[in-house]
């Protein structure tokens, strides 16, 4: 499955300014290391469709999307508080209305993630049920 690498500024100093202003809609995804079992936090947008909140992977299979397999126990930030969820990945032929609900909410930003990989088995998307 394909990887869109983030550059260096992205990881480093973007990434916590996503997380600790909520810039853009920005939530914070806790997961659990598979390998070390530390917690990794990343900047989200999560997006609902049907009554379904949603995670969607716009760089493709990244060490979170592994981690979410690995262990589906997941934790979501926003500024009004923090909730856990069992995340569960649809299938590529379920994906299209979340990828395009979540298009629209995340706006032009993703656009040329989704130009890079513009097939949905790129994008691992997750639903996510309260625990």
Known sequence: MAYLKPPWFTVKVF??????TGLSGTETLTVTARTTGHEQK??????????????VSTRGESQWVKNVRANPAVGVA???????????????????????????????????YFAKLPDPAD????????A
């Open 15 to 20: 990434n916590k300014i996503a997380m600790a």
């Open 42 to 55: 990343i900047p989200v947008i999560t997006v609902e469709v049907d009554g379904t909140r949603y995670l």
């Open 78 to 112: 926003t500024k009004s508080g923090s909730a856990r969820f069992t995340a569960a990945e649809l299938p590529v032929a379920e994906r299209a209305p979340v990828l395009q609900a979540y298009r629209v909410k995340a706006g032009k930003t993703v656009d040329g």
């Open 123 to 130: 994008h691992p998307v997750f639903s996510l049920t309260p």
